[in-house]
C-alpha cells in the first residue's frame, strides 16, 4: 500500500502504535564508576579519544533481562565506593539518569586517523535512513542534494577510520519532496522494505521534520535532524528521542542578552514574523530579558501582508534597539518601509536572526531599490551559530574547513556528474551529525564491552517493539516474541548517550541540551554590504568576546553605539556672576538718572515750557524706565548669583 497523503500517513502510524509497550521509570542512586578506587570518575583510555560514563550504583531493585538464549542480555560490573567489592547486575537502562542530572561526559578530544588497512570484509553493517529535501518547493530542498553529499562524505570518513570498531555504516536515503506525508511515507517504506535501521537521519525542513518526529519515536529510533530549526522541537515531551546538530534561534537568546548587557542597552523591542518558527523564540527571549530587568517597550507580530501598522508603532514608541526574527522575503519588506521611515542610521540598532545570506541585495519583491535596502541593512547585526573551528581546537574527523570544502566538492561532482558542484543548506552540520551517530555507537559498544555487557549493536531491533496482532506482526514472523524491555533499555541507552556526548565538528564544538544543540554563538555585522564576525558567545563559561580569533571591531556610524531610547536631562542655564554685576550696574544707574529726570520734571512743573511738553506723560515714562530698570537686577537674580536654593524655598 502507498501512502499518498500526511493524514493516511499518521493513521497508520496510529493503528500501528496503539498497543505499544511505554518504557517504565524506576529511580536509582548512582555512582561514577571509575578504574582508579581513589578517584570518582570513569574514565575510559583508547587510541584515539578519552570517555567518561556512569553506571548506577544501588542495582538492588533491578529486574536480570536476557536474551533469547537465555544469557544476560546487559551485565554491568560496578564497584562499590564503601568497601571496593565489585557485584554483577543487570541494570534497567531507562533507570539512567535524567539530562539535568550531573552525567559522565563522553567526549572525544583528538581526532580519529585514517587506516591503511580495509576492514569491509569482516565487519558488520549498521545501516541509516537518511530522509533529505532533495525535491519540492521549500527553501531547504535548495540545499538538498549537497546535504546528502555531505553525509556520504561523512559515512566514508567514518568507514575509513574504522570510528565504531567491527562495524562499517551504510545509509540509504529518499526524497522527502517538502511534504510530510512523503517523508512518513518513505520511513515506512525503509521499514517494510529496507534493511534494519540503527538511527534516522534528517530532515532540514522544520515543518516535515515536526510530523515525522512524532512517528519516528514511537518505534524506537533516534532521529537526528541536520537543519530544522523550530522551536516547537525543543519539547521532550513530544519528541522525546528526537536530536539536531544545528542551533534553533531559541538557543542564540543568551547571546542576545549578553550583548545588550555589553552594550548597557536597558531598553529594546522586538519585532517577529508569525508563525511558531519565530514567535517560540521571540517568547522564551522575552522570559529571559525579564530575568536580566531589560525592559521591553514594545513587541511587534507580523505578517507578509500586515507590518505597516508594526513598524509605525515601533517609531511612535522611540524604539531604537529592535531584535528582530523573520524569513528573508519578510526582512526584505520590513528593511523597505524602515528605510521610508528614516529608522535606520546612527540612532538606531537592527539585530535579527542570521542565516539569511545577503537578503538585502535582491529588492526585486519591495518597491524599494537595492540601495534603499542596503543604507536600511547598513550596520545590520546577526546573530547565528558558528560553523567554524576555535583555534585550539581540532575536529573529530582531522579535516580542517579547507578540506571538507574540497572533499565535499568532489562528492558533490561524483553525486551529479556533469553539474556545478556548488552546494548550500546545513552542510557542515549534515557532516556532524553522522558523526554524532558514530560515535553515539562507539561509545555503547566500548562501554558494553568495558563493562562485560553480553550485547552487539547488530542486536538492535526496533520491529520488536511493534504491538502483537492476531494474525502476526505486519509481515514478520508471527512467532516472535511479545516486545522485550531490552530493546527500550537499548534505545534509551542510546538516547543518554547521545546527549552526553561532546567533540569538535566541522562546524564547531558540538554537545547537546536536551534535543538541542549547544554551540557557540556569532555575531556579525554588516559593514560594507558585506558580513563580517564582530562577536562569539561562549554558552560553557557565559562570556562574549568581542576580540576573538579572526573578529572585526563592531563598527558604529558615528563613532559610538547608538543610546537605547531618548534621554531628557533637565540643566539649569545661570548667568555669570560678573555679566550680572556689570548689567546691574548699569540698571542702577540708569534708574539713578531716572530719578533726576523725573524730580527735574516736579520741580519745574509749573514752568510754561514743562507743561507744554506733556509732564504727565514724562513722569508715567521716567517710572516705567525704573520699573525697567528694577527688573534687569530683579531677574537676573538665580542659583549662580543667590548661591544658595533656600531663598525662595515654599
Not at 513587541?299 to 531584535?323: A, G, M, P, W
Not at 553539474?419 to 558494553?448: I, N
Not at 558615528?558 to 555669570?576: C, F, H, M, N, Y
Request: proline share 4%; glycine share 6%; charged share 20%.
Amino acid at each position: 500500500m502507498v501512502v499518498k497523503s500526511e493524514t493516511c500517513a499518521i493513521l497508520l502510524a496510529c493503528l500501528l502504535l496503539s498497543n505499544l509497550t511505554q518504557p517504565s521509570h524506576a529511580t536509582n542512586s548512582y555512582v561514577i564508576v571509575h578504574s582508579d578506587s581513589s578517584s570518582n570518575r570513569s574514565t575510559f583510555t583508547g587510541s584515539e579519544e578519552v570517555i567518561e560514563a556512569i553506571y548506577p550504583n544501588d542495582t538492588s531493585d533491578l529486574d536480570g533481562a536476557h536474551n533469547q538464549t537465555g544469557l544476560p542480555l546487559f551485565t554491568l560490573v560496578v564497584q562499590d565506593k564503601a568497601d571496593g567489592t565489585e557485584s554483577s547486575s543487570f541494570p534497567e537502562f531507562d533507570a539512567f539518569p535524567a539530562r539535568n542530572e550531573s552525567l559522565g561526559v563522553l567526549e572525544y578530544r583528538e581526532s580519529f586517523p585514517v587506516r591503511t588497512f580495509d576492514f569491509g570484509a569482516r565487519r558488520k553493517v549498521l545501516y541509516l535512513l537518511g530522509l533529505f529535501e532533495l525535491t519540492g518547493p521549500c527553501d531547504a530542498a535548495r540545499g538538498g542534494p549537497s546535504e546528502k553529499a555531505a553525509a556520504n562524505l561523512a559515512i566514508r570518513h567514518v568507514n575509513e577510520r574504522d570510528v565504531v570498531p567491527g562495524y562499517r555504516l551504510e545509509m540509504y536515503d529518499n526524497d522527502t519532496k517538502c511534504d510530510s506525508g512523503a517523508a512518513i511515507n518513505a520511513f515506512f517504506h525503509a521499514i517494510y522494505r529496507k534493511q534494519q535501521m540503527t538511527m534516522l537521519l534528517g530532515t532540514s525542513s522544520s515543518e516535515v521534520t515536526e510530523r515525522l518526529a512524532k512517528v519516528v519515536s514511537h518505534w524506537g529510533i533516534l532521529q537526528i535532524s541536520f537543519g530544522s530549526l523550530s522551536s516547537v522541537l525543543s519539547d521532550r515531551a513530544g519528541f522525546p528521542l528526537f536530536y539536531r546538530t544545528v542551533a534553533p534561534d531559541s538557543s542564540h537568546n543568551a547571546a542576545r542578552v549578553a550583548l545588550l548587557r555589553h552594550f548597557q542597552w536597558t531598553t529594546v523591542a522586538t519585532l517577529h514574523e508569525d508563525g511558531e518558527l519565530y514567535a517560540l523564540a521571540i517568547n522564551e527571549l522575552l522570559t529571559q530579558l525579564d530575568i536580566a530587568q531589560i525592559s521591553v517597550s514594545a513587541s511587534e507580530s507580523v505578517t507578509r501582508n500586515d507590518f505597516l501598522d508594526q513598524i509605525y508603532h515601533l517609531k511612535d514608541r522611540d524604539c531604537r534597539i529592535i531584535i528582530g526574527s523573520f524569513s528573508k522575503q519578510m526582512a526584505r519588506k520590513i528593511f523597505c518601509e524602515v528605510s521610508r521611515q528614516g529608522m535606520y542610521g546612527a540612532d538606531f540598532q537592527w539585530i535579527i536572526q542570521g542565516g539569511l545570506g545577503p537578503w538585502w541585495l535582491d529588492a526585486s519583491d519591495t518597491d524599494c531599490s537595492a540601495e534603499q535596502l542596503q543604507a536600511a541593512a547598513k550596520s545590520l547585526i546577526t546573530v547565528s551559530a558558528y560553523t567554524g573551528r576555535l583555534p585550539d581546537h581540532t575536529s573529530v574527523s582531522g579535516l580542517s574547513m579547507d578540506d571538507f570544502r574540497k572533499e565535499l566538492t568532489a562528492e558533490l561532482e561524483a553525486q551529479t556528474p556533469g553539474s556545478s558542484a556548488t552546494y548550500g543548506g546545513h552542510v557542515t552540520e549534515a557532516y556532524d551529525a553522522v558523526w554524532t551517530v558514530a560515535l553515539a555507537l562507539r561509545a555503547a559498544d566500548q562501554l558494553w564491552k568495558k563493562s562485560g555487557v553480553n550485547a552487539t549493536l547488530s542486536d538492535f531491533r526496533y520491529e520488536k517493539l511493534l504491538p502483537d496482532t492476531a494474525g502476526g506482526r505486519y509481515g514478520w514472523n508471527a512467532t516472535t516474541v511479545p516486545p522485550p524491555k531490552q530493546m527500550r533499555r537499548m534505545v534509551n541507552f542510546f538516547d543518554k548517550i547521545v546527549s552526553q556526548l561532546r567533540f569538535n565538528g566541522i562546524s564547531g564544538p558540538l554537545s547537546f541540551f536536551g534535543s538541542d544543540r549547544v554551540g557557540i554563538s556569532e555575531f556579525q555585522q554588516n559593514q560594507g554590504g558585506v558580513l563580517r564576525k564582530v562577536a562569539l558567545y561562549i554558552p560553557d563559561s557565559g562570556t562574549l568576546n568581542i576580540n576573538c580569533f579572526r573578529c572585526y571591531p563592531i563598527q558604529w556610524q558615528d563613532g559610538e553605539p547608538p543610546v537605547d531610547r531618548r534621554i531628557v536631562k533637565l540643566s539649569v542655564a545661570t548667568i555669570q556672576r560678573s555679566v550680572f554685576v556689570s548689567v546691574s550696574v548699569l540698571a542702577v544707574f540708569g534708574m539713578v538718572l531716572a530719578v533726576v529726570f523725573l524730580a527735574f520734571n516736579l520741580f519745574y512743573r509749573k514752568r510754561k515750557y514743562i507743561k507744554l511738553s506733556s509732564p504727565q506723560l514724562n513722569n508715567m515714562t521716567v517710572v516705567g524706565c525704573l520699573l525697567v530698570y528694577l527688573a534687569i537686577v530683579l531677574l537676573g537674580l538665580d542659583h549662580e548669583t543667590l548661591g544658595s536654593d533656600t531663598h525662595f524655598a515654599v
